[in-house]
């Protein structure tokens, strides 16, 4: 896990040289280009976190309409950055300025593709990570294995989560909620979210361990049994 982290910090630290050299026709001397690269980091941040969240939507509409936000204010970050570097180094002179790094279409692209690339590069790394996903329950932060965690019941104005060694965490998360954080469960009920790896479709009802059985309501009777279909 740390050996992970030390090797996408170095990523990142290539990526602001990669970028310097693309600035150092503007500022001239290349630890200027650099430094002012390093500023363009959280706006990297930024777009991941809001690449990250609209892939957690799953309505296109609100999903377009966050990617579009984060967008730009990754955009706003970086003219933050770009400018800062334009008037501390070259005290605004216009005559040294090139405007292809204030180019939205560059500046998405170039932080789009080293987004794209560490994803790519790290991505054995992320998924041998366990998926967590953290509630609050008996008023303190509970940090829960997602391949632990069998079904969500339920209760009306609370939910309980109910996990493979028998516990149980009661917690104030809406199950419509659980299930837009939980895209790979199932929804098998108004008052059951459930993990499919651990179940089992048993006519009506699905068949959760050995003895327990969840009932399949009507309206989600056809989604359940095309799961569970071959």
Not at 52 to 69: A, D, H, P, W, Y
Request: glycine share 6%; net charge positive.
């Amino acid at each position: 896990m740390q050996r992970n982290h030390f090797y996408k910090i170095l990523y990142w630290l290539s990526f602001t040289l990669l970028i310097a050299l693309l600035f150092n026709h503007t500022f001239g001397e290349y630890w200027q280009s650099w430094v002012t690269s390093i500023l363009l980091l959280p706006s990297v941040v930024v777009l991941k976190y809001g690449i990250e969240k609209s892939r957690l939507q799953t309505n296109k509409l609100r999903r377009g309409v966050l990617f579009f936000f984060w967008g730009i204010l990754c955009l706003y970050l970086s003219y933050i950055a770009i400018i800062a570097g334009y008037w501390y180094f070259l005290e605004l002179n216009a005559d040294t300025f090139d405007m292809v790094i204030v180019n939205p279409v560059f500046i998405w692209i170039s932080l789009g593709f080293f987004i794209f690339l560490e994803q790519m590069i790290f991505k054995k790394g992320v998924e041998t990570e366990p998926l967590t996903i953290s509630i609050f329950s008996d008023r303190k932060k509970t940090i829960l294995q997602v391949e632990q965690l069998v079904y969500v019941e339920s209760r009306g104005d609370f939910t309980i989560a109910h996990l493979e060694n028998g516990k149980t965490f009661k917690n104030n998360v809406k199950i419509s909620q659980w299930e837009k954080r939980l895209p790979d469960f199932l929804r098998i009920h108004r008052a059951f979210l459930v993990n499919p790896s651990k179940a089992t479709l048993h006519g009506n009802s699905v068949r959760i361990g050995s003895n327990e059985e969840l009932p399949v309501s009507r309206s989600y009777k056809r989604k359940v049994g095309e799961h569970f279909t071959p």
